[in-house]
Every structure is written in structure tokens, then in C-alpha cells.
């Protein structure tokens, strides 16, 4: 069984600091997306990583697939209180997704 | 283009009842996805629709879960009758894409159901 864990699971942070958020598996994904959860909101997809390496940025979100395909990270570089959410990491398993637990991050100016 | 829309947004009901959710995904998306997401986790997948037909229903409670997608459009999620432990939020997806090949899906805003 494919399983996603992500860490931490809370995060609470003041405005302009830097945090990094972890998705680890021990089975390999062909891709592994980002999405962010608002409250009373559904997940909106941030971006999907596909190559083993992969490094792709937007804005101050930088996101990293490992080599081996078996973990992704997120990286906020100078947190903003519009960051605060649910971040939520999802693989492929057959035509649909699993997903881990989540980040809750709370960022406060 | 408009999103993916759900109702209701909120229903609370008492156990043992029943109750239905409704799912209108975005126009020409062939593939509808039902999760459900308990407080504290990611969401898990009910179902899955290619247009009306039933790909992945494998974690569907079949004994008092039900789904069905007429004309492969809109789509409705009922649970009869509810538990304690189906309090959650519903949401309903959809993709463009086929049964093959990576996909985006575009989430709803979910139901809240609160089962006392």
C-alpha cells in the first residue's frame, strides 16, 4: 500500500521567517503534486513535480522532488500570513490520488 | 470558467438518517472523483466516474454509501443510513484528463456534515 506521511504536522510561524515542509514515502511515484487547503475551501493544485531531481519554483514557494521519487519537499522563504493553509502532498495511485495527512501552517504577522 | 460546484455547503443531520450530496464538475470533464475528508487528514477517495461509468469504487462503503453520475455530468453521493463516524467533509473533483496519463484535478468547496 502507497502511503504518504508529511512533517510536521502543525507548523505556526511569525511573518518573514522560512519553513520547509516534507512529504516521504517508501514506494516510488511517477509524480508527486502540492495542493493548498483553505478553510471551507477544497485543495487547489500548486504545482506537479515529475522528474527524479526536479526543482521548480513559484514565487517564494520552492518545491523539490527527490532523486529517487520517493519524497518531495516545500520550501516558504519569507512566510506571508496569506501562506496560512493546509498543505497537502498526492500521488498517483492507478487513475487517482492519495494523499498524506497535511501541513497545517499558521503564519501571523 | 466556472469551478467545480457542490451542495450543500453544510448539512447537519442525526444518525441513522440519510442524506444526499450534489457534484456539478467543470464543463467537458470526463472524470469525477468523490473524496472524503475527515478533520486532521488528507482526503481519501470514494469513488471515481470515467463520464457515468465506475472506475475505482473500492473504498466506497458499499452498505450504506451509494454514488451515481446520470449522462455523465452531474453527480450525486448518498449515505443511508449515516454514522457517527462519516462526519467529514465530501468533496468532489474533476480532471480532463483520461484514464491514462498524469492529471490535474480542480477540487469543489466540499460539504460539511456533521452527524450527532
Known amino acids: 500500500t502507497q502511503l504518504l506521511e508529511q512533517s510536521p504536522q502543525f507548523l505556526s510561524i511569525q511573518e518573514g521567517e522560512n519553513l520547509t515542509v516534507y512529504c516521504n514515502s517508501s514506494?516510488?511515484?511517477?509524480?508527486l503534486q502540492w495542493y493548498r487547503q483553505e478553510p471551507g475551501e477544497g485543495p487547489v493544485l500548486l504545482v506537479t513535480?515529475?522528474?527524479?531531481?526536479e526543482v521548480k519554483k513559484l514565487k517564494r514557494l520552492t518545491f523539490q522532488f527527490g532523486d529517487a521519487r520517493k519524497d518531495s519537499s516545500l520550501h516558504i522563504t519569507a512566510a506571508q500570513p496569506g501562506d496560512t493553509g493546509l498543505y497537502l502532498c498526492?500521488?498517483?495511485?492507478?487513475?487517482?490520488?492519495?494523499f498524506g495527512k497535511g501541513t497545517t501552517l499558521s503564519v501571523s504577522s | 470558467e466556472a469551478g467545480v460546484a457542490q451542495s450543500p455547503r453544510y448539512k447537519i443531520i442525526e444518525k441513522r438518517q440519510s442524506v444526499a450530496f450534489w457534484c456539478n464538475p467543470i464543463?467537458?470533464?470526463?472524470?469525477l472523483y468523490w473524496y472524503q475528508q475527515i478533520l486532521g487528514q488528507g482526503p481519501k477517495l470514494l469513488i471515481q466516474?470515467?463520464?457515468?461509468?465506475?472506475?475505482?469504487d473500492s473504498q466506497l462503503p458499499k452498505d450504506r454509501f451509494s454514488a451515481e453520475r446520470l449522462k455523465g455530468v452531474d453527480s450525486t453521493l448518498k449515505i443511508q443510513p449515516a454514522k457517527l463516524e462519516d462526519s467529514a467533509v465530501y468533496l468532489c473533483?474533476?480532471?480532463?484528463?483520461?484514464?491514462?496519463?498524469?492529471?490535474?484535478?480542480?477540487f469543489g468547496p466540499g460539504t460539511r456534515l456533521t452527524v450527532t
Open positions: 498526492a500521488g498517483p495511485a492507478g487513475t487517482a490520488l492519495i
Open positions: 514506494s516510488v511515484f511517477s509524480s
Open positions: 466516474f470515467q463520464n457515468n461509468g465506475v472506475v475505482d
Open positions: 473533483a474533476s480532471s480532463s484528463r483520461g484514464i491514462r496519463g498524469t492529471h490535474e484535478q480542480y
Open positions: 513535480v515529475v522528474t527524479g531531481g
Open positions: 464543463s467537458g470533464h470526463a472524470t
